[in-house]
């Protein structure tokens, strides 16, 4: 252990990434801007071409910084995985998605773990991010490394310490954001913990295990869902009473303690929030436990593109329109404000909404100019034009981008469902109409 905590001190251990998406690029660039010699991998060529040119494709990365280390040799990109034999740390930050059926698809992280057995060696630390389960370190990771002849603990070191990035956020990125690790030994948690700390500016908030790290970063992300899944509850409700709930948030935030806002909205996006609470209710039916009030969270937050579908029915109705052939003009499909990540958008579950209904649906986003899902690519109107607008039955703003005009907007729209509260600072509201 002493070898590898010196080489990591010392800034002459390799690191390794893999996994070059939003997670693991800026890692890995986190790690090279500290003076590490860093290897990113992945499987797809097209990503690793644009490493080892220099060429960002992640909001959060600094375009120079990235040219940068890739000039200066600190960072190269590979598909060739026998190149792990001389890193000294591997970080895996795959994807794990649901699949069909809602159920946690860990292929990817199960394959990063094959793909390195091969070339294991002693006094290696391997590092689980991917979000997942409680338990996905100890009982699917540890055993498929251990086919390497390498004793976990004893010849290897194998922790799990959550992504927190949250793309975005101005304030805080991969670098100043505090890392929780949780390691099988003591020694593996001290190991990882001596990483981080070599790369951050940031705590290292150090745990007993890393099915304790594994539930922090679900706790995390399941208590944004139930919040969340309260307000869109109770934004239904008020809008049957004829209140208007965002008023009621921003009353409610005035109190110092005990209150923290949450707003409601079309539905949740991202990689994580929509995901983690399947991957705990998944898990605790091991245990035959009901997470009872997150699956009702849950089925709230679902049926939210539904609401704001049946929702912006009503609105057409009113101006004797049917849903079926109504042209409706969605503003952003990004999965939150000013950004170009529509994972798990749930502005493009509206848009789906929509169209099952018979409507045209088009879109104006500013930071996606083209989507895919299922497959089909869906490509965005290039200008928020006057035309564009005044073309609409209906304008539906999904997705509160700063960078829109929305006084432009209200002004040539026939009518509009704001579903974020955009358009709060409008002053003229007699054609706007809130979730």
């Avoid at 799990?160 to 100043?176: M, Q």
Wanted: with cysteine; proline share 5%.
């Amino acid at each position: 252990m002493q070898l590898i905590k010196e080489k990591l001190t010392n800034k002459v251990a390799i690191l390794g990434v893999i996994g070059l998406g939003y997670v693991g690029l800026p890692l890995a660039v986190e790690k090279a801007k500290a003076g590490f010699m860093t290897i990113g991998f992945d499987v797809q060529e097209s990503k690793v071409e644009m490493v080892n040119s220099g060429k960002n494709y992640i909001g959060d990365v600094v375009n120079e910084d990235l040219e940068e280390i890739v000039k200066s040799g600190l960072l190269s990109a590979t598909t060739d995985f026998s190149k792990v034999a001389s890193a000294d740390c591997v970080c895996i930050c795959v994807p794990t998605p649901l699949d069909q059926y809602q159920q946690p698809d860990i292929s990817y992280v199960k394959a990063s773990a094959e793909s390195i057995v091969p070339y294991m060696h002693k006094n290696m630390l391997i590092v689980l991010e991917s979000t997942t389960y409680p338990g996905t370190t100890e009982e699917l990771l540890k055993p498929i490394l251990e086919k390497s002849g390498l004793k976990c603990g004893v010849d290897f070191h194998l922790a799990f310490s959550p992504e927190r990035v949250d793309p975005g956020n101005l304030i805080y990125k991969t670098k100043n954001t505090p890392k929780v690790v949780g390691g099988i030994t003591p020694n593996c948690t001290d190991v990882a913990a001596t990483m981080y700390e070599a790369i951050l500016e940031a705590p290292i908030h150090r745990v007993s295990s890393p099915a304790v790290a594994e539930m922090e970063k679900i706790l995390e992300n399941t208590y944004r869902n139930v919040n969340i899944g309260l307000v869109n509850e109770l934004a239904i409700l008020s809008n049957k009473m004829g209140i208007n709930f965002w008023e009621v948030v921003d009353a409610a935030k005035t109190k110092p303690y005990g209150f923290q806002a949450f707003y409601p909205g079309p539905g949740l996006g991202g990689h994580c929030i929509p995901l983690d609470p399947y991957y705990l209710s998944w898990k605790a039916r091991e245990y035959g436990f009901h997470t009872s009030m997150i699956e009702s969270s849950m089925v709230v937050n679902d049926r939210m593109s539904e609401y704001c579908a049946e929702r912006s029915s009503k609105i057409l109705n009113r101006f004797k329109k049917a849903m079926n052939g109504a042209r409706i003009l969605i503003l952003g499909v990004a999965y939150k404000q000013d950004i170009d990540d529509y994972r798990e958008s749930p502005a493009i579950r509206v848009i789906e909404e929509l169209e099952r209904e018979g409507a045209e649906v088009v879109y104006y986003d500013p930071f996606v100019f083209e989507y895919r899902k299922h497959g089909v690519v869906k490509i965005g109107e290039p200008e928020l034009t006057v035309e564009l607008i005044e073309s609409a039955d209906l304008v539906i703003v999904t997705t509160a981008h700063t960078n829109v005009n929305y006084d432009f907007v209200q002004k040539h729209a026939k009518a509009i469902f704001d579903t974020k509260n955009a358009m709060k600072q409008v002053a003229e509201r007699s054609n706007v109409e809130l979730l």
